[in-house]
């Protein structure tokens, strides 16, 4: 199960940095997508990582703002925030995905406020 973590109150144009630990599958063997869920919102879909780290890909919204990562020594994936807006404010689920097995983890609070 993945466990986010990171989050938390920042102000506008602040940086955060979540990680996304897992355990109890092989993480090296799965891809890894943010996620996001604003209040009153449907959940969408914010990086991918491909399982190795060597393709990343981006919702055109956050590009050039966030940055997805991994380091599969550590079974730990990361979403650095930067330039952290109001409308950036959410829940931020890691999701794993390998075939057809996948994990969620129970989302991390980012709010951005002065």
């Known amino acids: 199960q993945p466990v986010e973590s990171g989050g938390g109150l920042v102000q506008p144009g602040g940086s955060l940095r979540l990680s996304c630990k897992a355990s109890g599958f092989t993480f090296s063997s799965y891809s890894i997508k943010w996620y996001r869920q604003a209040p009153g919102l449907e959940r969408e879909w914010v990086a991918a990582?491909?399982?190795?780290?060597?393709?990343?890909n981006y919702a055109d919204l956050v590009k050039g703002q966030f940055t997805i990562s991994r380091d599969n020594a550590k079974n730990t994936a990361y979403l650095q925030m930067n330039s952290l807006k109001p409308g950036d404010t959410a829940v931020y689920y890691c999701?794993?995905?390998?075939?057809?097995?996948?994990?969620w983890g129970q989302g991390t609070q980012v709010t951005v406020s002065s």
């Open positions: 990582s491909s399982s190795s780290g060597g393709f990343t």
């Open positions: 999701y794993a995905n390998y075939y057809t097995y996948d994990y």
